[in-house]
């Protein structure tokens, strides 16, 4: 950015994928931002996103997460967020620009920027929708990664694939059909390719503890969750990647480097379409971003996707225009 950089709130209720999201947007506005997270009471955050913020929280109560002095910008995600935004809003007078990533689910009245996924349907003149998600692994970053990795996978031969395993979601299950198939497969991939496997906290356990123990046999690597999370590491190492289809964040971040990203898609849950999904896989296919997993190793190239620049830009411009 050319001008000075905006003081920066990020606002979430704690949330990993939420938190990294805001934060990456912050950075690419050039803002170290100020950290807040809320933790409403449970009958306040049942009437999230549509109610009011917890009494507790109130700016004027000393320890309050929106109490002042308060920021050029405030960045929110995460339903629990919707309410504290409006109050960060109104607390400060009006001069706080505010941005919410994802849909609040109460139309587009309540941030005066919104980012959306493309796959999700909100939209309107203050909403911006791109195809991918905004995240922190930059070019820069996953260079830094690639000329300083973690010998546990630095020291293993190429080709190296990461395996990057979600879960149960609101759209997908894991059935023990779909974890053999999963498993089958990987089995004939670990023949061509070292494996380095993360899973999610969504992964259900016997599957994690397959997935990782397959890893080890091939000569791959598993990660148990102990130590420092390799996952960085991973996206800037891995030649190749497996993603189930259940995480469009997984997915946008795999996409950032160029590199064959292919897609386990497991069974949909009762009954749903996954529309919103299938949109996102199929758009991301016809820019020769991803394919389908099929057990074996596949050799493509792509222009990188990101989106955290087009949305910082899209911010710094809404600002410089706002009264």
Same mark, same amino acid.
């Given at each position: 950015?050319?001008?000075?950089?905006?003081?920066?709130?990020?606002?979430?209720?704690?949330?990993?994928?939420?938190?990294?999201?805001?934060?990456?947007?912050?950075?690419?506005?050039?803002?170290?931002?100020?950290?807040?997270?809320?933790?409403?009471?449970?009958?306040?955050?049942?009437?999230?996103?549509?109610?009011?913020?917890?009494?507790?929280?109130?700016?004027?109560?000393?320890?309050?997460?929106?109490?002042?002095?308060?920021?050029?910008?405030?960045?929110?995600?995460?339903?629990?967020?919707?309410?504290?935004? *409006?109050?960060?809003?109104?607390?400060?007078?009006?001069?706080?620009?505010?941005?919410?990533?994802?849909?609040?689910?109460?139309?587009?009245?309540?941030?005066?920027?919104?980012? +959306?996924?493309?796959?999700?349907?909100? *939209?309107?003149?203050?909403?911006?929708?791109?195809?991918?998600?905004?995240?922190?692994?930059?070019?820069?970053?996953?260079?830094?990664? *690639?000329?300083?990795?973690?010998?546990?996978?630095?020291?293993?031969?190429?080709?190296?694939?990461? +395996?990057?395993?979600?879960?149960?979601?609101?759209?997908?299950?894991?059935?023990?059909?779909?974890?053999?198939?999963?498993?089958?497969?990987?089995?004939?991939?670990?023949?061509?390719?070292?494996?380095?496997?993360?899973?999610?906290?969504?992964?259900?356990?016997?599957?994690?503890?397959? +997935?990782?123990?397959?890893?080890?046999?091939?000569?791959?690597?598993?990660?148990?969750?102990?130590?420092?999370?390799?996952?960085?590491?991973?996206?800037?190492?891995?030649?190749?990647?497996?993603?189930?289809?259940?995480?469009?964040?997984?997915?946008?971040?795999?996409?950032?480097?160029?590199?064959?990203?292919?897609?386990?898609?497991?069974?949909?849950?009762?009954?749903?379409?996954?529309?919103?999904? *299938?949109?996102?896989?199929?758009?991301?296919?016809?820019?020769?971003?991803?394919?389908?997993?099929?057990?074996?190793?596949?050799?493509?190239?792509?222009?990188?996707?990101?989106?955290?620049?087009?949305?910082?830009?899209?911010?710094?411009?809404?600002?410089?225009?706002?009264?």
């Amino acid at each position: 950015m050319n001008r000075p950089a905006p003081s920066v709130w990020v606002l979430t209720d704690g949330k990993i994928g939420d938190e990294g999201q805001c934060i990456a947007v912050a950075e690419a506005l050039g803002a170290t931002p100020d950290v807040r997270r809320v933790a409403p009471r449970t009958l306040f955050a049942m009437a999230m996103p549509w109610g009011g913020i917890d009494p507790k929280d109130a700016p004027e109560t000393p320890g309050s997460p929106i109490a002042g002095p308060y920021p050029d910008l405030c960045i929110a995600s995460g339903r629990r967020a919707v309410a504290y935004l *409006r109050a960060v809003k109104a607390a400060s007078g009006g001069k706080t620009f505010t941005v919410f990533l994802k849909d609040p689910r109460t139309g587009t009245k309540d941030a005066d920027l919104i980012w +959306v996924p493309e796959h999700d349907r909100l *939209r309107g003149p203050n909403v911006l929708a791109t195809l991918v998600s905004p995240h922190r692994f930059t070019p820069a970053r996953l260079a830094a990664l *690639r000329a300083n990795p973690p010998a546990a996978l630095a020291d293993l031969p190429a080709p190296r694939v990461a +395996v990057l395993v979600g879960g149960k979601s609101r759209d997908y299950d894991f059935t023990p059909a779909d974890a053999e198939r999963f498993l089958v497969d990987l089995d004939a991939l670990a023949v061509h390719a070292r494996l380095m496997v993360t899973a999610s906290r969504r992964t259900p356990n016997r599957l994690r503890e397959a +997935v990782l123990g397959l890893a080890r046999a091939k000569g791959g690597f598993g990660w148990d969750g102990t130590g420092e999370n390799p996952y960085p590491a991973m996206l800037a190492l891995a030649d190749a990647f497996v993603v189930t289809a259940d995480s469009a964040n997984m997915v946008s971040e795999a996409v950032a480097t160029g590199r064959p990203v292919l897609v386990f898609e497991p069974s949909l849950r009762f009954g749903r379409s996954a529309k919103r999904i *299938r949109h996102f896989i199929a758009a991301l296919e016809a820019k020769g971003a991803v394919r389908k997993f099929q057990g074996r190793l596949e050799s493509y190239a792509y222009e990188p996707l990101v989106s955290t620049p087009e949305i910082a830009a899209a911010i710094a411009a809404a600002m410089a225009a706002s009264p």
